[in-house]
Each structure stands twice: as C-alpha cells, then as structure tokens.
C-alpha cells in the first residue's frame, strides 16, 4: 500500500500542481522509486489511495504494467459537477475503505508513505516482523540527537514493544533517537482496531490504541537510506543530496558533457562561454546563453531558457522556466509562477508583477517591462531575486 492521498500543505506551492508522489527527484517521480523497491522484493500486487490531484498519479502510473507490477486506486472524495473532489479518509481510514471494498489485505502487508525515498531492505523487514509475532511493526531510523526535534520519536521498552510516542521533542526531552519513518508492516487483523466510514490516521489514531490495548505492537530499529521530502526544506536536501551523489538509488541522467555537469538530449549551451561549476544537472532541450553563471548544486528542468547575464546558484529550476537577463538566484526554487526559498517562503511573481523577469519559456512576447516593474525588481531585488538574502 502506498498512501498518496495527502494534499502535501507543507509542500506548498509546488503541490498546488503536483501531488506529493508525483514530485520529481532529477525529473522521476518520487512514487516510482518506491514501485521499483517493492519489485525489487516481491511486492507486486500495489493499492494505492488517491485523492487530491488523483488523475495527475493514474495518468502517469496506470494499471502499473511498464513498471513490472499491478497497481490499482483507491479514490477518496465525491464528484461535483463531473470533477473530482478529494476527501482524504486519514491513512488509516483509507485502509479500511479499501478492505471494506473487497478483502485485498489478506497476509503481511506493508504500508509505505508517498513522499519519501528508501532504500530499505523490505523482505528483512518482513522477516524480522513475523519473528516477533507482530500485530503491527513500525519502521525506525536512529538520527543523531540533535536532529530529533524534526521528527516524530518512537519509545520502546528492552524488547522493542512500542510504548510511547513523542512528536517533535526538544533535545532535552527526547526519550529516544529513534525516528518514525512513514513505514509499516501489519498483519490483517489489524482492521479491528480501525472504524469504517470515517477519518482515522495511523500515526495519530491507530497507533496510540494500539499501545493503549497492549497489542503486539514493535518496532524495528533499521540502517537503510531515508530522504523525507515530506516539506520544502527536505525537498531541497533531497536534490542537494542526489547531485552530491549521497543517495545510492538515485543515478543522475544525462551525459557528463564536462566534469560535474550532466544534461539531457539536445541541451543548446556553449559550455565554455558559461561561468558553471558542479554538480548540476540540465534538462533536454534546455537553452543557456553565454555570459550567464550556473553553480551546483543545481538542477535545472527541461525546456528552461536561462538568459545572459542570469546566475542560478545552489538552485532548482522546474522544467518551462525562463530566467530573465541579470536574474540572480541564490538558494531558490523556481515553480511555475512562484520562486520559492530553501525555507518554503515563496513570492507569487505575477502578484509582485515580476513575471517578465522569471516566467514560462513557452511565452513568445515578454514585453518590456514597465517603469513601475522597473521600480519593483529594483526594490526586491537583493531580497527576493537578487543576491538571495
């Protein structure tokens, strides 16, 4: 089961468009490195439950078949009007809905969240759950102390048996270093626990009256590879992370035109009429003019248009971008209409009536812009779209 029906709030604005599991890691959606682990260890019968953006993850993934698995939907909503209205049922919630369907859940199962890619070993996992006689096993991950106050923190007693939780603890309280990670193994019996027709959550409801009613309920402390993109700023780490080459499942593509830099099919750039310096990665058909200042960690989509004169630094570019003459970002996101710091601060570029200087590739007449844009960019320059403080 992959849980795909969240609307990503904390992800926002790029999940104003994109759904979550659709989020592209160097241009692949997050989602399909998790179709390719459980393949990779022998789960190929897949429900995953949708709901905002639905069509946006059906119309890419479909029946599953180019991914050598069998995927089918759980829509969460109603239909308005011919349009689907996502009504996410909570992660728990949108189990029961399913098993309540047609009994699909009929042996060790195991649950993975949307926004996340591991690298874990999932039949070790399984193994380990059925050693211990498990209800339901929860996934940890020691981080070091002084990263716990991000997560939520498990507490077990000498034999792993779940006993309490704490969400985002300071340092000085954290009970444990041991981390939640959105991965879960469960025996069939636990519909139990879950009512029908309503909102409930794993985290926040199951697990709680789990541990409330002594179930046999552990978890599983276990060194894998983790990259949360569950907010902005772990979405920019994750990229970060990928150019670095610290992330194993994550081959950057491309051709290595020069050392550090990767891009895809018909990229139009003089290499060495540009200021550039790696890691970075470039879309196909992209164009670069002379003159302009690319320092990695970057990564900038395809069919972009980078003008003279613009520096993209330590930043990340989605695809149909046009970055204006003299536009200079540093540590930003650009998105569609909006540019977005590593904090998740963003700036509506068509309200700051700055759309002439970062906009869609696609458009043909820019225009020039106005005295009064002028005045703007000038005014925002060195903060928003200047020298990135």
């Not at 923190?153 to 300071?170: I, L, N």
């Not at 904090?343 to 906009?359: S, V």
């Amino acid at each position: 089961m992959i849980l795909a029906a969240g609307k990503g709030t904390r992800v926002q604005p790029i999940t104003h468009v994109i759904p979550k599991p659709m989020i592209p890691i160097l241009q692949k959606p997050v989602m399909e490195f998790l179709l390719e682990l459980l393949k990779e260890h022998g789960f190929k019968e897949i429900m995953v439950n949708v709901s905002h953006l639905a069509e946006e993850i059906e119309n890419y993934f479909r029946d599953g078949q180019r991914f050598g698995v069998e995927i089918a939907y759980s829509f969460e909503g109603r239909i308005e009007d011919g349009e689907l209205v996502g009504d996410a049922l909570g992660s728990a919630g949108g189990l029961k809905k399913i098993q309540d369907f047609q009994e699909f859940f009929d042996d060790t199962f195991v649950v993975l969240c949307g926004d996340a890619l591991i690298d874990l070993d999932l039949s070790e996992a399984v193994k380990r759950h059925k050693e211990k006689g498990a209800l339901a096993t929860l996934i940890t991950k020691s981080v070091p102390k002084d990263q716990v106050s991000s997560y939520g923190v498990v507490v077990t007693d000498e034999g792993d048996r779940v006993k309490a939780f704490q969400e985002k603890p300071s340092i000085d309280e954290a009970l444990s270093n041991n981390i939640n990670t959105g991965i879960y193994l469960f025996e069939p019996e636990i519909f139990k626990y879950i009512p029908s027709n309503k909102p409930f959550d794993i985290g926040a409801d199951l697990f709680p009256k789990l541990v409330q009613v002594g179930a046999p309920f552990f978890a599983l402390s276990m060194d894998f590879e983790w990259v949360d993109i569950g907010k902005v700023p772990d979405y920019w780490k994750a990229i970060r992370s990928v150019l670095l080459g610290d992330v194993r499942q994550v081959e950057i593509p491309g051709k290595e035109v020069m050392p550090g830099v990767f891009a895809g099919l018909n990229v139009a750039a003089n290499w060495d009429k540009i200021n550039i310096e790696g890691p970075i990665y470039v879309g196909g058909m992209t164009r670069i003019e002379d003159g302009s200042t690319i320092i990695g960690p970057s990564m900038i989509g395809p069919s972009c248009y980078i003008c003279e004169g613009a520096t993209i630094d330590n930043s990340i570019i989605f695809d149909y971008s046009r970055i204006g003459p003299g536009v200079q970002l540093l540590e930003k996101l650009v998105f569609g209409r909006y540019c977005v710091d590593k904090n998740g601060d963003h700036l509506d570029l068509q309200e700051a009536a700055l759309d002439w200087l970062i906009t869609d590739a696609r458009r043909q007449d820019l225009g020039e812009p106005s005295p009064q844009q002028k005045a703007m960019a000038e005014f925002l320059g060195t903060d928003l779209i200047g020298s990135g403080g």
